[in-house]
Structure formats: structure tokens, C-alpha cells
């Protein structure tokens, strides 16, 4: 395995690129150059990107020469932190589905968003996204990879409510119908601040997290925590060291949309396909399983020597995957809506690859897990991005979200069916496509490391997959097709342009590519990509227990497969071949009806979260004004105005009565004695003369009265 000296600028320019799209989307106006300049960014950052793929093909490794931008900057010298980029071979991996799947649906928006009143915004923020979601792949420390997440949730936030007039054909969800007596139908505005805010749950959490791991190790950067372990000791001593884990763990909860912090995520199909398809599906929603894939080992290899210590850990991430991923499975099974349906597939595999991250920390080779979550990561990226491509697609031609409103397409839309079934099919796990064997991979990791009901809960949610992959193979395109014959949106219908089916055609070509390779022990090399990636960490370190080697597992692939069989053969019993009613079952009457409206009101979970997080508070808050502010604090600044007005009049009573009266008083007395005075001055000196002459005598007299001076005489 050879080092290929690679310019370190290229690493750069692979997020740079995008956030300079950004800011030339509001400087081209509004004509088609601003479309083809959007698009041209993010296939440039593409290409450097692949410039990084050839040599890990090749089998090699690369190593960055400084090159216009060191490989590490000085970022914050007071507190030695400096900023820098990633290029192993399982960064460089994921930085290319990243940037291709992203370019992918940037040339499918030029067609689909055409248009669109706000399409200079649209491509603000979808090439703000693409640089952020870099940022979080290719940072070489927390503190960097924490500004790309918050860049990819704001993001996720304006794109969401991208339709921000809040149109009802917009809104996502049933109006009318109602779970626990809340609405489950919402807004656009609604569903981004949804989003929003339970997001932010989990980012406060991973925040406090590697605040915490800061002031232990004096360091965010991977390596450096990789090279001194002295923080994780420091850390168990205290009891500190899972629940920091946690903590950092629950940024990826909220991002990846893992249970309890779940139910944002099928409310976020009220933005554009093409959101749905690049955030919402094969990338953002990835970047909790980027952030676990870098936590992960560090934590696992730092105390080694005991990893009992960290494996409840390891546990809760993997048990967290599990039910998540087999809550959403059940909840995809029912219902109408497309792209809500593919969310809740979303959540669901999103939740195997949690399963695989936190099995390789209970398995005797880490590195088989951590292969195996990137394998799911990968296949997933895939053909979910060309299943909600597919989405947008159908329902555009259709008029409607609902696929049971569908119907009947497959010969009208021979290269769209045909790339939807390759898509589905390898959702199913159906082999030989990418997503049998990124699942197996999974779960023959549960199997070999004995955690059997995990293994068990995983290959029952195969079966469940299977079930709603068909079931929207079957609603969508088999059935009549007379009301669809023009088009229920008033759409000839017929396979789009070119610029719509050519992305979603290739990843489709992608993942049988992908599943080709997987005969040919793609997931081995995996395990061997993810050594490399331990041991870039851990430089010059040495550890037991990793293998390259991904022998098939027979046992584990044929009971998965076995159920995944069984959830295909209903579907098609029941909405292919449609031998039978499935509304027999479900309706008011029905075996099954108990269950699928517990199922389509998503376990209740989203109701209940309404009327404790939301609903309680309203309530509270209306009490809190009745009975506090009104009941009392009006009363006593009521009472308090009323002494204001009782005193003043009082006040001006006594200024009426009284300081008026005396005043008066006080006038009169010396207007009186002015008068009595003003008779004496008559203006004849001799009285004046008298007057002043007894005035003498008068005042004589007074002095010798009082003093008395006579007695002596």
C-alpha cells in the first residue's frame, strides 16, 4: 500500500467550492446562468473529490503535501487550536457519496425547480448545505465539525420551510386527521420550526458533551485525543466517561433522527424533493453516523485495556438503532403519503447503521462494525436519494401525494419503474443489490458477536422492509391506470426530461454496481479501509483484534433473507397480484384494524410529544394568564391604580379645601391691613413728622421699660 502525495488544497476546495456557489447564487440574477453556476460548483468540489477516491480504489493511501493551504491552520493559538482537514480512505469515501449524490440532485433541480419564485434562495442554501456537510466529513476536530453541523441545521431548517406561504397543497400530512385529538396535518413553517427545535435537543446535548471531553484533554482534534488517553482515565475515575459519550451521542440522535428524537423527520417532507432527497435522506440525516464513526474509536481504543468501561456505550447506540429501526419499519407499512413513507424508511435504515457503529464496540473486531456501517451508510445514500428523486417525480406527473391515488404507471414509465424497483428491491435486501449485503453486513455482525436479539429485532425489520418497499412498488405502478391516463395534474404522463430521469437512472446503476462489487468482497476491503482509518488515529499505536477479513456468514444472510422473503411474497400477495383486499383487514371490522391505526398514528409517539412538549405548555401558559396574571397581578395593579386615583383625589380635596382656604385667607388678612396702613400715608410731612416723633417717644419708653433704668435713677 503506497502513500500518494496528493496537494492538500484539494482537500480543501472540496468543501470551499460549495459555500462559493453560496455566495454567487444571489450575485448571477435570475436567469439560467445562475442555475448552471450553482450546478457547476457542486460538480467541481465532485471532482477534487474523486481526485481523492482513485488512489483508495487503487488501494493506496493518500498523503496531503502542503499546497496553497496547509493540511492544519492555526485557528484559535490561545487555546492551541488549529483548524484542519481529513483524508483517509473512510473520510475520503463518504466525502465523495456527499459530493456526487449531491451534484446528482443539483442537476435534477434544474428541471424540477424551474421556475420556482424562490429559486435564487433554493440555491443559497441546498450550496450552503453541500459546504457544511463537507465541513462535518472532512474536520479533523470537534469544534469544526460542530459549525458544519449547525451550518447543515440551519439548512435543514430554511429548506424545509422553503414554501414558507404555507399553500395547503404544501402541507404535509392529512388535514382532518388527528391522533390523541392533535392535528397530524402541518405547515411548512411549522414542520422547519418542528425541526428546528428537536434538533436543537440533541445539539445542546452534543455541545455540552465535547465541551465537557474539552476540559479534560485540552483538545477537539481526533488525533491528539487518539494520542493522549489520559483524558479517558480521568474521565471513568469520575464516572463521567459514558455519560459523556452519551452526551456527544445525542447530537447524532437529534441530526439522524433517532429515536426518541425521531419525529421530525417525516414532517420535513413539507420542503422540495430535492431536499428530501439530498438532506432529508442521503446525507444530513448521515452525519450522526459520521459523528459516531469519529467518536467511536477513540473512545473504544483509548481504554482498551478495560473496554468494559465503554461499552454500555456502545450498547445504548446499538439498542437505540434497533428499535428505531424497527419502529419506523412499522410505521412505513401503513399509510398513503410517498415521501412521508420513504422518511420513515429513512429513519429505519439510518437506525441499522447506529446498530452496526454501536456493534463493533461489542464485537471482538471493531473494525467489522464500523465496515459495516459505512456499507449501510453507502447503499442507503444511494437508492434512497433515487427513491424521493423518483418521488418528486411521480408526484408531479400525478397531482397527488398519495400513492394510493396513483397507480398504473409501469408502462407509461418503463425507465422510472424499472430504476424504482432496483431501488426498492435493494431497500428489501433482495440480493445480489447494495443493500443485501449492507445489511447482512450488519447483522451477521450481531450474529458473530452473539447479541442475538439484536440480530433477531434486525432481521424481522428486513421482513418489514420488504413489506412497505413493495407495497409502494405495488400502489404506485401496478393496479388500473385509466384516471391516470392524462395525468392527475393535468400532466401528459410520460417519463420526464432527461435532466430528471439521467440522475436517478444512475444511482439506480449505482447500487447495482455497488451490489456487483459485494460479490466481490466489497465488504471486506470496507474492513480494511476502516483499519487504515483506526490506525491514522491511533499513529504508531498497535491493536489486537483487527481483521480485514468479512467471511459470509450463511446462517445469518439466510435467516435475514428468509424474512425479507416473507414481508416481499405478502406485498405482492396483497398489492401486485392483489388477491386480496388489504382494506379487508384494516377496516372498522377488520383483524388488523387495532393495529394499523396504532401504526398510522406512528405509535402515538408525535400525539403524545404535542400534548406534553407543546399542548401542556399552551394549557399552563393559559392558566398561568387566567388565574395568575388576570386573577392577581391585574387585580393588584388594579388595586394599586385605584389608590393612586383614591389618593389623588384626596390630595386634590385637601389643595381645594385647605392650601386654597388658607391661601385665601392669608390674601384677605393682608389686603386688610394694606388698607388700614395705606390710611396713615396721607402724603402731609408734618404728620409724618408726628408720627415719627411719638414713634420715638413710644420706643423711649419701651427701652426704659425693659430696662429698667429708671430704678437706678
Not at 247 to 254: S, T
Not at 343 to 362: E, F, P
Not at 378 to 404: P, W
Request: with cysteine; net charge neutral; charged share 10%.
Amino acid at each position: 500500500m503506497a502513500a500518494i502525495p496528493i496537494p492538500s488544497y484539494f482537500v480543501w476546495l472540496i468543501f470551499i467550492l460549495p459555500y462559493v456557489g453560496t455566495l454567487t447564487a444571489p450575485l448571477t440574477g435570475r436567469g439560467r446562468i445562475r442555475d448552471v453556476v450553482a450546478v457547476l460548483f457542486s460538480l467541481l468540489s465532485a471532482l477534487f473529490a474523486l481526485a481523492l477516491l482513485i488512489p483508495v480504489v487503487e488501494g493506496n493511501t493518500i498523503s496531503l503535501v502542503n499546497s496553497l493551504i496547509p493540511a492544519s491552520v492555526p485557528w484559535i493559538p490561545e487555546l492551541g487550536i488549529s483548524f484542519g482537514v481529513l483524508s483517509d480512505p473512510y473520510t475520503v469515501i463518504i466525502a465523495n457519496l456527499v459530493a456526487w449524490i449531491s451534484f446528482l440532485v443539483m442537476l435534477y433541480s434544474v428541471d424540477y425547480m424551474k421556475g420556482d419564485r424562490g429559486l435564487t434562495r433554493y440555491w443559497f442554501f441546498m450550496s450552503f448545505f453541500i459546504g457544511s456537510m463537507q465541513l462535518i466529513v472532512l474536520s479533523n476536530n470537534l469544534l469544526s465539525l460542530f459549525i458544519g453541523w449547525e451550518g447543515v441545521g440551519l439548512c435543514s431548517y430554511a429548506l424545509i420551510g422553503y414554501y414558507y406561504h404555507d399553500e395547503k397543497e404544501n402541507w404535509v400530512g392529512t388535514p382532518g386527521s388527528k391522533a390523541l385529538g392533535m392535528e397530524q396535518a402541518y405547515p411548512p413553517s411549522h414542520a422547519g420550526m418542528k425541526a428546528f427545535f428537536m434538533t436543537r435537543i440533541g445539539d445542546m446535548a452534543m455541545l455540552a458533551g465535547i465541551l465537557i471531553l474539552f476540559i479534560y484533554s485540552g483538545t477537539f482534534n481526533y488525533q491528539q485525543l487518539a494520542s493522549s488517553t489520559g483524558w479517558a482515565t480521568s474521565l471513568a475515575s469520575g464516572g463521567l466517561l459514558v455519560p459523556v459519550a452519551l452526551l456527544i451521542f445525542g447530537g447524532a440522535v437529534g441530526k439522524s433522527a433517532q429515536f426518541p428524537l425521531q419525529e421530525w423527520l417525516p414532517d420535513a417532507m413539507a420542503g422540495p424533493a430535492p431536499v428530501s432527497a439530498l438532506i432529508h435522506a442521503a446525507t444530513m440525516v448521515n452525519a450522526g453516523v459520521v459523528l459516531v464513526a469519529r467518536i467511536g474509536p477513540i473512545f473504544y481504543f483509548a481504554l482498551q485495556s478495560n473496554p468494559a468501561l465503554i461499552q454500555p456505550f456502545f450498547m445504548v447506540v446499538a439498542w437505540i438503532g434497533a428499535f428505531t429501526a424497527f419502529l419506523a419499519a412499522t410505521q412505513a407499512m401503513v399509510g398513503f403519503e410517498l415521501k412521508k413513507l420513504l422518511a420513515y424508511s429513512t429513519i429505519s435504515q439510518i437506525g441499522y447503521m447506529m446498530l452496526g457503529l454501536g456493534l463493533a464496540g461489542l464485537s471482538t473486531n471493531f473494525a467489522e462494525g464500523l465496515a459495516a456501517g459505512l456499507s449501510q451508510l453507502m447503499s442507503h445514500a444511494i437508492f434512497k436519494a433515487a427513491l424521493f428523486l423518483m418521488a418528486g417525480v411521480l408526484i408531479h406527473l400525478t397531482g397527488t401525494k398519495y400513492v394510493n391515488q396513483m397507480g398504473g404507471m409501469r408502462e407509461k414509465l418503463k425507465i422510472t419503474f424499472a430504476a424504482f424497483l432496483i431501488a426498492a428491491a435493494s431497500l428489501s435486501g433482495i440480493p445480489p443489490l447494495s443493500g443485501f449485503f449492507a445489511k447482512d453486513a450488519v447483522l451477521a455482525t450481531a450474529w458473530g458477536s452473539g447479541q442475538y436479539a439484536l440480530f433477531f429485532v434486525g432481521s424481522a425489520t428486513a421482513g418489514l422492509t420488504a413489506f412497505y418497499a413493495f407495497r409502494l412498488v405495488g400502489l404506485a405502478f401496478f393496479g388500473s391506470r385509466e384516471q391516470h391516463a392524462a395525468g392527475a395534474g393535468g400532466h401528459e404522463l410520460k417519463e420526464p426530461s432527461p435532466i430528471s430521469w439521467v440522475p436517478y437512472s444512475v444511482l439506480a446503476a449505482g447500487t447495482v454496481l455497488v451490489g456487483i462489487l459485494g460479490i466481490f468482497n466489497l465488504q471486506g476491503h470496507l474492513q480494511g479501509v476502516s483499519i487504515v482509518y483506526i490506525y491514522s488515529l491511533f499513529k504508531g499505536a498497535s491493536f489486537s483484534g483487527l481483521s480485514s477479513a468479512a467471511p459470509f456468514d450463511f446462517v445469518s444472510s439466510g435467516i435475514t433473507l428468509a424474512f425479507a422473503l416473507v414481508g416481499l411474497l405478502l406485498a405482492v400477495q396483497l398489492y401486485i397480484r392483489r388477491k386480496t383486499a388489504p382494506s379487508s383487514l384494516v377496516t372498522s371490522c377488520g383483524p388488523a384494524h387495532g393495529i394499523y391505526r396504532f401504526l398510522e398514528n406512528r405509535w402515538y409517539i408525535d400525539a403524545i410529544y404535542y400534548r406534553v412538549f407543546v399542548d401542556a405548555p399552551l394549557r399552563a401558559s393559559y392558566w398561568t394568564l387566567d388565574n395568575f396574571e388576570i386573577g392577581i397581578l391585574q387585580r393588584v395593579h388594579g388595586g394599586g391604580a385605584n389608590l393612586a386615583i383614591w389618593a389623588s383625589a384626596a390630595g386634590n380635596w385637601f389643595d381645594r379645601h385647605v392650601v386654597d382656604v388658607a391661601s385665601d385667607w392669608f390674601a384677605r388678612a393682608g389686603q386688610g391691613l394694606s388698607r388700614v396702613f395705606r390710611k396713615l400715608q396721607t402724603g402731609i410731612l408734618e404728620e409724618y413728622v408726628l408720627i415719627f416723633s411719638i414713634g420715638l417717644i413710644l420706643l423711649l419708653l419701651f427701652f426704659l421699660l425693659v430696662t429698667r433704668v429708671y430704678a437706678s435713677i
